[in-house]
């Protein structure tokens, strides 16, 4: 068993214009499902969807974040999975309780996944592809077949301890311009990536993976980037939340209840709000002022 690792690491070819990521997760998964009690094929599916949200959110260069959020019509209603560019991670499964089935299809049945990609400023992207291919890595990619953008691999694996997974990207001509020999660097890189084994993307370290795999190729590997569970909720975010619901409505509420609480279901966090904590927005008013 290796120590903890929590860690993307890039690599590229400098032979050839492919690009590379390699992420594992391991408490920063553990994490994440120690605050639900997923059923196993569950927790397995939400380590693909981290790893794979860590692999695809590595080619952001803004602020802001990645989604992937699968909606099917099985046991497993919904599943999504976020990485923002600090790498912080977050990820949840909902309503999936008592979902015995441990294979992507029969897990999710017929739905889309979603790819979002979420500046903190500036316009948001989604890319919707279908679910029935099979598995999360077959999903993703069609969707980058589909939409015409760079020829994109994926090997995912998940145990419910260990998240993991490995992406090979084409890039823009560079290295090589012909196009019959870029095919061949794309499909020779493919076709050595095919060959690992789930075990050895899960236990593998970084660095022993990437020489079983690609020890003909000049393969450069870059220092790794820590990846941890963290949730981007808040107190203000909720505060804000409960305004946006009106002052007529807002006070309604507060006067029914004499507390309210919203619960963060990605980390469990509950937040408590009085009459008080609205006083700058709605007044000093006693409760019922404003019918
Ligand atoms: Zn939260």
Redesign the pocket.
Known sequence: MSAERNLTRKFIFEEADIRGEIVHLDSSYRDILAIHAYPAGVARQLGEFLAAAVLLSTTIKFEGRLILQAQGGGELPLLMAECSNKLEV?AIARGAESATATEFGALFGAGHLAITIEPHEGQRYQGIVSLDSGSLAGCIERYFENSEQLATRLWLASDGKVAAGLLLQQLPEQVTRDGEQRAAQWEHACTLAETVEREEVLNLEQETLLYRLFHEDKVSLFAGESVRFA???SRERCHNALLSIGPTELLKLLDEEPEVTMD?E????QYRFQRSDFTAQLGDTSSGALH
């Open positions: 977050r949730c981007s909720c963060c990605f980390c469990n966090t």
